[in-house]
């Protein structure tokens, strides 16, 4: 006879003794933070610096576990990523969670596992959380908040406002990687050759570019919306135009036969360990070497640049035939519940 | 003829042109934030020390809007609390939403109106935020996560270590006021009389106790699992016993009543306007004194004192017939989505 599997009560979110027990007995005891275990409403931290950025994710994923990761690692990455693409270097993140009633502890402490391992591969303190149960059919099995401070490196300025006509543009890896694995694993499709979410964090490569050179102007990671949403966001902050080469802009495959057969253009899809970078023409070669030397930035490649000030700033794409073409900002629709 | 009313879309949480207009267009006009404008995926701060508390609560309250205040009034108020209690003055907030499908513009704009006037009141800065929507029935009309930092007030130092045998504990107002409401306007069942949750920032009345007195040992919001959740806590880590005289807790005759018809024990019931704070004996006449000056702390009493070192350190309530009980733990199954 089997065993029935121990689930998520509703109770486990009142506050009382099962709350705590599921706090002290399963979470911090698979995250390891015995200085947590003093359970104070707020932790108390001392920072390096008074210069900090600060940002937060809540994410839906669905489903909670994708090959090349999974909601815990997402959590963790995706905020890593939102501080080091702003010029800081990740330092704490507080931990939520809004569980569904019957959520198998199983499927929690794998997540809870997974979250441990990306914050120690990530040099971050989760210092602080929260957990709130809620009835069955009133969430999705777990949502995950995360929110993190960063120290502002020294001497870095990031900003829409660094960027000039001629400037370059970089991505650092393939596109679509993420969104392209959700949707295919979602759909129950599975594609020969590798399909493979790229979440990981950016912070160490972005972060050897920001050192190594001077000629960064703005970063950001291109999750939901894709390279179109990035690009076409620069456009619209700025007033200037980009012009990308279709043919430059790196792309899987498998991803790409992925994408081709859904019907979805490559240029929308999400990516989760991924940087667009907008640098100096003179510094452009050496971002890219830097990019190239990491495992990180091996596929990284040159797409584009700015260009100048038009009546109606917008993204333009030679295509592979030598045509061009509008890239639009996506409307939305693409894909939900991809991080 | 009734015009539709209008309402979110899955793609609003798309990352693409409809993500835009609800950020910019709903969100940011309300909340007023013209600098965050400007979209970065982390806000870049300044702050005045690096000695910093840092706070996250989700919150799933349900009934979204309750008397006496709604989610987006608790979502403030509450990482408000937890900043207060640790002895910070609560500076800037992050604000992400998980909406389902189908929200009336009209509710999250209230929701938004509400989050601003509370900030506003507590002078606090919404600088950075996230929205994720998910399908009808995958969540509840609206999750809203605020973590917050605050700058710790100097040479305050609180903690479970500071509290002695002998100490003097003492409750800001009337207990279970949230909680009752909460659960009475779920329940469809009316009271005469006054029944409003006490969703307040307690920062104001607590700063004021920190700064004009020197006995505060400890401090925390009796929140979910309400003052019994609270009491046995400070039992826990401090390896002491705490005696109450149930009849120096004051509870108002409506949420009394509430509670004993609906079988709660008032002690378990949840408040979100309140501190508990353990105060040095010779500081708890002039404590008290300066709670009862302000609205906020005009029913404030104190309730008990630290005892002994037991065998089994518990909180005990000497009765209003003069018997004795152990106040236990909640289990936690009280009140789910409180708050």
């Known amino acids: ?20 027990e599921l706090i002290r007995g399963t979470i911090l005891r698979i995250l390891g933070q015995q200085e947590a275990g003093k359970l104070y409403d707020a932790a108390a931290i001392t920072l390096e610096s008074k210069e900090i950025c600060f940002t937060t994710d809540s994410y839906v994923v669905e489903p909670l576990f994708f090959k090349g990761g999974d909601i815990g690692k997402l959590a963790v990455c995706g905020t890593v990523n939102d501080l080091a693409v702003c010029g800081a270097k990740p330092i704490v993140l507080s931990l939520s969670f809004i569980i569904e009633t019957g959520l198998e502890f199983e499927v929690f402490e794998k997540i809870l596992e997974s979250i441990r391992d990306a914050a120690l591969e990530n040099n971050v303190s989760i210092v602080t959380g929260d957990t709130k149960t809620v009835e069955q059919g009133k969430a999705d099995k777990i949502f995950v908040n995360t929110t993190g401070i960063g120290i502002r490196l020294v001497g870095v300025e990031l900003g829409f406002d ?6 370059v543009v970089i991505v650092s890896g393939t596109t679509g990687d993420h969104g392209m694995t959700i949707i295919s694993q979602r759909e129950g499709i599975s594609f020969e050759g590798e399909l493979r979410s790229d979440c990981a964090s950016v912070y160490p490569l972005a972060s050897k570019l920001l050192k190594e050179t001077d000629g960064i102007k703005f970063m950001r990671d291109p999750t939901r919306g894709g390279l179109a949403a990035t690009l076409n966001e620069i456009c619209m902050q700025t007033g200037l135009g980009i012009e990308v080469r279709q043919a430059d802009i790196p792309v899987k495959p498998t991803v790409q036969a992925a994408a081709d057969m859904l019907g979805f253009d490559i240029l929308n899809i999400a990516n989760e360990g991924k940087f667009v970078a907008v640098v100096s023409p003179q510094s452009a070669e050496k971002c890219l070497a830097i990019c190239r030397k990491e495992p990180l930035g091996k596929d990284a490649s040159i797409i584009g640049q700015i260009t100048e000030k038009q009546d109606a700033p917008a993204v333009e794409m030679i295509t592979r035939i030598g045509g061009r073409r509008v890239v639009q900002m996506p409307y939305g629709r693409e894909l939900p519940r991809i991080c």
């Open 1 to 20: 006879m089997q065993k029935e599997k121990a689930k998520i009560l509703l109770a486990h979110g009142g506050g009382g003794r099962l709350s705590d």
């Open 162 to 167: 660094k960027i000039k006509t001629g400037d």
